[in-house]
């Protein structure tokens, strides 16, 4: 599902954000993505949605080259990544029925089928009792899940989290955390970049490690925990 | 009927076997780049969805989309405006044509009853609808009575006047250049000392009235180019202003045209709605000339009133406003959406 070979990325101020990075992460697989800040993580989850470019080596997602994708064809790969950010990025003019609709709307889904997607995502989240409000005044953890209702709506192979449990207090990071896990479940493929080491020590899967900007850990057999 | 039924039937059936779960499913996607039979129908509801979204942030928004569309129509009005004048004026000269009138002043020598024989000569031909045979003694009247000289004249041995004939063409003949052949037509005849077409200004008058429609037209295309940076500019700022939004919508996979879409229709909605306000100002403008115009036109015993502007050129006026602002909107958009990009 994602393969990364040789991967760098090099900034124009300079520096090596990601340097030789070889990565296998199969269909089905969990795992989180950890190290100190300024480590790569965020750049990493870029190169996966396609905000930013590898400056050198191959990113292969869902069997697709990014190096060789032009700019007209982003949209159509996005769609098939639910990604979770750390500050939400929900639209606060509108309620949280309409931002989860977001995608579908985008996709051009028929009506009928939107509607219904938004009230599965909604209730797999708890949200459901909410979606007329306007996200603002719900709960730093109650928007967190309404992005994550808002990546799954169109039920993408791939979900990629950054920080998702950022601002929250333990319960509700182990909460959101589980949420994956069922996620995972079914078959999706999950990447969670976190720094949260005893909440991912708690989740018993696979854990990638960067330090400045190289895999260090984690890279090559699944299963692997950090001790 | 009958073909939209079996056209939806499978779609149907396939979205109640996808609808039980309802979280992801493993290595596919449900979601795609509409293609096929239903791609057409997408495209239409993706307009559809733009127009309304687009109409309803124009509502929204009331004051500073009433001042953008009041500046449109301003713009679109002057314009408009000057050409519904220009018309009347042409309106109102062409009923000037008919007195289209040419006066052969005969040689001197000339004695009244040649004269009346030339009279008959010219009466015949066939652009003619009437000839007047002004005598010297009428002209010596005529001028004795309008003149005030009429006591110098006195002085005078014999008339100095010759025979003056007034010819009227037909109203086919009256055009400038159909007049002008007759006028050298009627010079070339021998008895004629002297003629003269008195409608000299009427040419002047044609041509001043053509520098006034040249002058409407450059108005007009540079109150066009105001427009189109008017619209620009709006849909530039909305652009500023939705800046987050057009970032959301392009990380879970919004292409170019979905996310231009509702721009373009309000750079539409703002151009046509101008329009409008301009075919309203020209109404209200025209209706205030109106009183001042009737009296202007009694005191010529005339039965002029002021034309205003007519269906065809609302129409031009709707169309070209709904063309500029969709024009203006689309520059903007151009330019400014690919900057925004996801960081």
């Known amino acids: 599902m994602i393969h990364f070979e040789n991967v760098g990325k090099r900034y124009a101020e ?20 950890t190290g100190h800040s300024g480590a790569g993580k965020s750049t990493m989850l870029k190169l996966i949605g396609l905000i930013e470019r590898a400056s050198y080596g191959q990113v292969i997602i869902n069997g697709k080259n990014f190096s060789k994708l032009g700019r007209r064809h982003i949209p159509y ?17 509108r309620t949280v029925f309409d931002n989860v609709a977001l995608p579908l709307v985008i996709a051009g889904q028929p009506h009928r089928d939107i509607q219904r997607r938004v009230h599965a995502s909604l209730d797999k989240v708890g949200l459901l009792d909410k979606e007329r409000m306007l996200p603002l005044s719900l709960s730093g953890g109650e ?31 182990a909460e959101i955390m589980n949420l994956f896990a069922e996620f995972n479940q079914v078959g999706v493929t999950v990447l969670i970049a976190s720094h949260d080491i005893d909440l991912i020590n708690r989740m018993d899967k696979r854990v990638l490690v960067l330090d400045k900007g190289r895999l260090i850990d984690g890279a090559g057999e699944q299963g692997e925990v950090l001790q | 009927m009958a073909r939209q039924a079996t056209r939806r039937s499978p779609r149907r059936s396939a979205t109640r076997v996808t609808s039980t779960d309802a979280v992801p499913k493993r290595g596919t996607s449900t979601v795609r780049r509409p293609r096929g039979k239903g791609w057409l129908r997408g495209y239409f509801k993706g307009h559809f969805q733009a127009l309304f979204l687009s109409l309803g ?12 569309i009041a500046v449109i129509g301003i713009a679109l009005a002057l314009p408009a405006g000057l050409h519904v004048v220009l018309k009347n004026v042409q309106g109102v000269s062409a009923g000037w044509e008919d007195a289209v009138q040419i006066s052969l002043f005969l040689n001197q020598s000339i004695e009244a009853a040649e004269a009346r024989r030339l009279v008959e000569k010219i009466s015949a031909m066939p652009s003619i609808e009437e000839v007047v045979h002004v005598t010297p003694q009428q002209a010596l009247g005529e001028f004795r009575q309008y003149s005030g000289f009429g006591d110098a004249l006195e002085v005078l041995d014999e008339n100095p006047l010759p025979n ?6 037909i109203k086919e003949a009256s055009e400038p250049l159909m007049v002008e052949l007759l006028l050298h037509e009627l010079r070339s005849l021998p008895s004629v000392e002297m003629a003269q077409l008195d ?3 009427l040419k002047r008058l044609y041509a001043i009235m053509a520098i006034g429609e040249r002058g409407v037209l450059v108005l007009a295309v540079l109150l066009a180019l105001a427009v189109l940076l008017i619209v620009g500019n709006t849909i530039r700022l909305a652009i500023q202003n939705r800046r987050d939004e057009i970032e959301v919508q392009k990380l879970i996979g919004a292409t170019d045209a979905f996310i231009q879409r509702p721009f373009l229709y309000s750079g539409l909605w703002q151009g046509m709605l101008g329009a409008v306000m301009a075919w309203l100002l020209v109404t209200l403008s025209l209706w205030l000339l109106h009183g001042p115009v009737q009296q202007l036109s009694l005191l010529y015993n005339s039965n002029f009133s002021l034309g205003s502007l007519e269906p065809v050129g609302i129409l031009v006026v709707l169309v070209a406003g709904g063309l500029l602002g969709l024009l203006g909107a689309w520059l903007a958009v151009g330019r400014h959406l690919r900057d925004i990009e996801p960081t």
Do not use: C, Y
């Open chain 2, 199 to 201: 409608m000299e200004w």
């Open chain 2, 57 to 68: 942030r124009v509502s929204r928004n009331p004051l500073s989309s009433l001042m953008t």
């Open chain 1, 143 to 173: 928007q967190q899940r309404v992005g994550i209702a808002r990546a799954v709506v169109n039920k993408p192979p791939l979900l990629v989290a950054d920080e998702p449990t950022g601002n929250l207090d333990p319960a509700l990071s």
């Open chain 2, 164 to 169: 003056v004939l007034l010819v009227r063409p």
């Open chain 1, 77 to 93: 790969v996005r769609r098939d990544i639910g990604i979770i950010f750390q500050n939400h990025k929900l639209l606060n003019d």
């Open chain 1, 14 to 33: 300079g520096g090596e954000a990601l340097s030789g990075i070889n990565l296998q992460l199969d269909a089905g697989e969990m795992a989180f993505l």
